[in-house]
């Protein structure tokens, strides 16, 4: 059994090598044009509205339909924890989160943290079996049955969003925030969290006409906001975007993050050499993964490869 | 000299026009009382003690924009509400949708009025403009200071009977 899947993952695994060759055009389709889909659809996060309330993490949990959390969803305290010298991050129990920060001479501001649907996601284009998608409405999927845990998309996300099933020992895979696509985006609904959100903080619609209200606040508002809409430019642009009244490094945003998508393969295929470096440890671990899963597991495990050699071809 | 004094006496015939205007605000009839109950499944319904308000504003466009008859404060708002046009519209429903804020909301804008492009839908609305004023004024603004949470909010929030039970492995990394 473990011989089996073991082939059949090679043969995958080729495939996926396969497109990494397709010309620069062919992966453009698959990784989103650079303008990312003009009709896709984009939240606008505006700090300066946001309470802290947490709200949004319970919407999320319950319709992830997410294990139960540590704490209630209405206890602040969390916004104390660090752990690792960090602020909360996002968790395989939690696709969203909401820090607080205390910027110097202002009141302390807010921030929800959860996957911002890159227009050309480095997630994507990381990952070498395909698991990952960016769908014409805008959401930053994944394919859970696909993925061999192999993190190189937790490395790539300069947002540090994508997380991992540590606990589970049999079929370790990412988990992150899929803007509530098969429930809601699919229909056109704004996602759980958007819409429980007492304050509006978020708004949802097309990110080119989210955009433009963003640059209206700024300019109806004199005073109020920042002159920057984050998210705009960041790594090739983002679906969900921000404003904010205090510089955004003092909101916990890295502000150091180039226009350039992290990986751009779209426009430089040279960019493509250094990523297959980073694919070789990966692909030993996806290995011993797999290798792992073969002995310890049956059939579920060996169906979910036989679809994902069925996509290959 | 002669303008100065012509700009003076404008400006004092603006400010008794707007305290008639505020008084005439003050007489209008209102409820003491207002039920908001749209958030009725994990709270509670909200009595809103609006004679309270009444008394402790300035006047209604503290809260009501320009709807009722009370001079403009918004000066967005101002540009085509110059105090002369008031509306009937008083009530915030009748211009902050109930739903929820949807994609078509968006695409839709009704573009004869260009400013209203980016309105809050209900519940931000009221929640934008009670906070906002609270946090200002240091009124309360924590969620249970307004709202009492029902048993399907605790559910919700999984809090008061519905919090998590302590264990080992609590949290994730
Ligand atoms: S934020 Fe990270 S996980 Fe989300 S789409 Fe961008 S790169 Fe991928
Ligand atoms: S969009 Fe959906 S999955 Fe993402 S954080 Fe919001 S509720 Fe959670
Ligand atoms: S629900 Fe809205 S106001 Fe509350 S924490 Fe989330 S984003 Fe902030």
Redesign the pocket.
């Known amino acids: 059994m473990g011989k089996i899947t073991r082939r059949k993952f090679l043969a995958g695994s080729a495939a996926g090598g396969a497109a990494l060759m397709l010309t620069p055009a062919q992966k453009a389709l698959a990784a989103g044009s650079f303008e990312g889909f003009p009709e896709g659809m984009g939240v606008l996060v505006d700090l300066t509205r946001c309470v802290g309330c947490r709200t949004?993490e319970a919407?999320?949990n319950v319709?992830?339909k997410l294990p139960e959390p540590a704490l209630p969803f209405d206890d602040t305290s969390v916004f104390d924890e660090i752990k690792h010298g960090q602020k909360r991050r996002t968790t395989d129990k939690a696709?969203?989160i909401v820090n607080r920060y205390e910027p110097e001479g202002a009141d302390p501001i807010y921030r929800k943290i959860?996957?911002n649907h890159c227009n050309e996601p480095a997630c994507l284009t990381s990952c070498f079996v395909n698991a990952y998608k960016k769908t014409p409405e805008g959401a930053v999927i994944y394919n859970e049955k696909v993925c061999v845990g192999c993190r190189n998309c937790m490395i790539a996300c300069p947002f540090h969003i994508p997380a991992y099933t540590y606990h589970s020992v049999l079929n370790p895979v990412i988990k992150k925030?899929?803007?509530?696509y098969d429930t809601r985006l699919k229909e056109g609904r704004p996602?759980?969290?958007?819409e429980s959100c007492p304050q509006q903080v978020m708004t949802f619609g097309k990110r080119n006409d989210l955009m433009k209200i963003a640059h209206d606040r700024i300019k109806k508002n004199p005073g109020k906001y920042v002159n920057h809409v984050y998210g705009e430019k960041e790594v090739g642009g983002t679906g969900w975007f921000y404003l904010s009244n205090v510089p955004f490094e003092e909101a916990g945003f890295d502000t150091d993050l180039p226009n350039k998508p992290i990986i751009d393969n779209v426009k430089d295929f040279l960019a493509i050499v250094p990523m297959v470096l980073t694919i070789w440890p990966a692909l030993f671990t996806g290995f011993h993964l797999l290798a792992t899963k073969g002995k310890s597991h049956g059939h579920g495990d060996d169906h979910s490869h036989d679809e994902q050699e069925g996509h290959g071809k | 000299m002669v303008n100065a004094g012509k700009q003076l006496m404008v400006g004092l015939g603006v400010l008794l026009l707007s305290s008639v205007l505020a008084i005439s605000c003050y007489a209008m009839d209102y409820p003491d009382e207002v039920e908001i109950d749209v958030l009725a499944n994990l709270y509670e319904a909200v009595v809103f003690d609006h004679a309270m308000h009444v008394d402790l504003t300035e006047g209604c466009a503290d809260c009501h924009h320009h709807t009722t008859g009370t001079p403009v404060l918004n000066e967005y708002c101002a540009k085509c509400h110059d105090g002369k046009e008031e509306m009937d519209w008083v009530s915030c429903q009748d211009c902050h949708s109930a739903g929820p804020v949807s994609a078509e909301n968006l695409n839709n804008p009704k573009t004869d009025f260009i400013y209203h492009n980016d309105k809050p839908n209900l519940k931000a609305a009221y929640h934008l403009n009670c906070i906002g004023c609270h946090q200002e004024v240091g009124g309360p603004t924590g969620c249970e200071d307004c709202h009492a949470k029902t048993e399907a909010g605790d559910e919700f929030y999984r809090s008061g009977e519905f919090t998590p039970k302590k264990s080992a492995d609590s949290s994730g990394h």
């Open positions: 949004c919407a999320c319709e992830q696709y969203t959860q996957c925030c899929i803007f509530c996602p759980a969290c958007v």
